[in-house]
């Protein structure tokens, strides 16, 4: 122990425990970075540090304060272990990094816990692995306009639980991770990178695999900058009681802070839900294949804000949802299945689901999307939640709001679209794709649109109710309200059927229904009062 002096120590191997603090530990005055050496190597080792099984409580203890340009402990590409006691390392520094290794950290089963303050520098730089417990990584720095990284940790972490923790100033990356493996009967991974403000920095970046071994595990990524997470996630399956949820969330970040997420496998045989949730304050928002137990939610609207991100306050020109794999929500998935909210600024599309596939087996699925200039809704996909309600809502200002030539497969259907300009010419809703359904219902509302709604093929089940399909501009007129081709098999008993405009209807597609067996009439009606 030292009173802000310079310690260095070569290989030391005990039973017990090892300490070493520069900090005058047991002080009245504690030793600060402004007191320490100045420019001094804080705390280094020119050999392992081993602490063995009779290390009690303590394990491996460091205390570091470095003054100026100084590193404040500097492990090297040496290496650490404990077998009792974990590794506790301490570490406070100015302009210089507060912790930098490339040498590995063992102390299996037991905490590691890594806190580092500085005011301009790097707190942990640390490109080692890390073998514990509970692992815990935390970075400060206390000066707003600091630009280096808080916490770099890109060496593989094996934890029972991961939490990292980086607060900076306008760092252009907060963290920095690489690959994780949570220890099977372990518990939760959380990381949370905010500089002062929010912004476009990037917040988390984390490459390599994550491979969580333990049942119903969380694992969150929360920053006020971006998100970009390309690593291979696998999980086991959710064999407890609690349900698990993936989440993703720069809702405290600006419409800058997008989120980029990395593969995703999950294992059949999960009997409580994993559920997969992305969310942004008007950020772009993309992800790869999903396939999950419970229910997936994309949103960059800012659920749960207190302001809501819109259509005006979105990424200027970015598509605001986008999906690169197919989207499968499971039979844990409740009553959300799968459920998107997007808004897109300018002549940015909403959502883009491509010509990839979306299911759900519970909760059938639900798109809002607000766009301007751009697409609101853009798929030649297939949606697919067989018995369960698919509903598709959108507002645009001039843009087409629905644009679908997939098919759509579902209980009660309702597509929905809303253009605000009263000269927009294009059309609110394109949905050409077969539809088969319960019941449904379409209704669209355009500014001056040469064709309002466009349907192909549509399917009645048997049991299902009525086929409502409602189509007016904002002034009368001689456009094409409504045009639909293809069959239309109704199996419904007493089931209605209407199509309703204050423009033209063109409804050419063949109508076969069945035999009413049932109570009341039913009615086909056109009509364009």
Same mark, same amino acid.
């Given at each position: 122990?030292?009173? #802000? $002096? @310079? %310690? !260095?120590?070569?290989?030391?191997?005990?039973?017990?425990?090892?300490?070493l603090d520069n900090t005058c530990l047991g002080c009245t005055t504690r030793t600060t970075t402004s007191t320490a050496a100045t420019n001094g190597e804080a705390i280094s080792i020119t #050999?392992?540090?081993?602490? #063995?099984t009779l290390a009690g409580s303590t394990g491996i203890t460091i205390n570091s304060v470095a003054n100026g340009m100084g590193v404040g402990f500097k492990l090297g590409a040496l290496a650490i272990s404990s077998s009792a006691g974990g590794v506790s390392i301490t570490a406070k520094s100015q302009t210089g990094t507060a912790y930098y290794s490339t040498g590995n950290i063992t102390a299996t089963g037991q905490a590691i816990a890594i806190d580092t303050t500085t005011t301009t520098a790097a707190g942990i730089n640390d490109t080692g692995t890390l073998n514990g417990g509970v692992i815990t990584l935390t970075s400060t720095? *206390? +000066?707003?306009?600091? +630009?280096?990284?808080?916490?770099?940790?890109?060496?593989? @972490?094996?934890? =029972? !639980?991961?939490? @990292?923790?980086?607060?900076?100033?306008?760092?252009?990356? %907060?963290?920095?991770?690489g690959a994780m493996t949570l220890n099977a009967g372990g518990s939760n991974i959380s990381v949370t990178a905010n500089n002062a403000a929010a912004g476009a920095n990037t917040g988390i970046t984390q490459t390599g695999a994550i491979t969580n071994?333990?049942?119903?595990?969380? %694992? *969150?990524?929360? !920053?006020?900058?971006?998100?970009?997470? +390309? #690593? $291979?996630?696998?999980?086991?399956?959710n064999s407890g009681v609690a349900s698990a949820n993936i989440v993703y969330d720069t809702t405290t970040g600006t419409n800058a802070s997008s989120i980029t997420t990395g593969s995703l496998t999950v294992p059949s045989g999960s009997t409580s839900a994993i559920n997969y949730l992305v969310k942004s304050n008007g950020g772009i928002i993309s992800v790869p294949a999903i396939a999950v137990p419970g229910y997936i939610l994309l949103d960059n609207t800012c659920l749960g804000c207190a302001t809501r991100a819109t259509a005006t306050t979105a990424f200027l020109n970015g598509a605001g949802i986008t999906i690169t794999g197919a989207l499968s929500a499971g039979a844990l998935a409740g009553t959300t299945g799968i459920s998107i909210n997007a808004v897109a600024n300018g002549s940015g599309i909403g959502f883009t689901q491509g010509a990839l596939a979306m299911s759900s087996l519970a909760g059938g699925v639900a798109i809002t999307a607000n766009s301007q200039t751009g697409i609101a809704y853009s798929s030649t996909g297939n949606i697919t939640a067989a018995g369960q309600a698919i509903t598709i809502s959108t507002t645009t200002t001039t843009a087409a709001g629905i644009s679908d030539t997939g098919t759509i497969n579902g209980g009660a259907v309702t597509l929905t679209s809303t253009q605000s300009t009263s000269t927009a010419t294009t059309t609110p809703i394109t949905a050409t794709g077969l539809v088969t359904a319960n019941s449904l219902t379409v209704s669209g509302s355009g500014g001056a649109s040469t064709t309002i709604v466009s349907l192909g093929a549509i399917t009645i089940n048997a049991g299902g109710g009525n086929i409502s399909v409602t189509a007016n501009n904002a002034a009368a007129g001689s456009n094409t309200g409504i045009t639909q081709t293809g069959a239309i098999t109704n199996n419904a008993a !007493? *089931?209605? %059927?209407?199509?309703?405009?204050? =423009?033209? @209807? =063109?409804?050419?597609?063949?109508? $076969?229904?069945?035999?009413? +067996?049932?109570?009341?009439?039913? =009615?086909?009606i056109y009509d364009t009062t």
């Open positions: 122990k030292t009173n #802000g $002096a @310079i %310690i !260095s120590v070569p290989a030391v191997n005990v039973p017990g425990y090892i300490l #050999g392992a540090l081993s602490a #063995g720095q *206390s +000066t707003s306009t600091a +630009t280096a990284t808080p916490i770099t940790a890109t060496g593989t @972490i094996t934890a =029972n !639980s991961l939490s @990292i923790s980086a607060t900076g100033g306008t760092s252009t990356t %907060i963290v920095s991770l071994n333990a049942v119903g595990s969380n %694992i *969150s990524f929360v !920053s006020n900058h971006k998100i970009n997470q +390309t #690593g $291979a996630m696998t999980l086991v399956a !007493s *089931s209605n %059927i209407s199509f309703t405009s204050n =423009n033209l @209807i =063109n409804q050419t597609g063949a109508i $076969a229904l069945v035999a009413n +067996t049932g109570a009341p009439a039913a =009615n086909v």
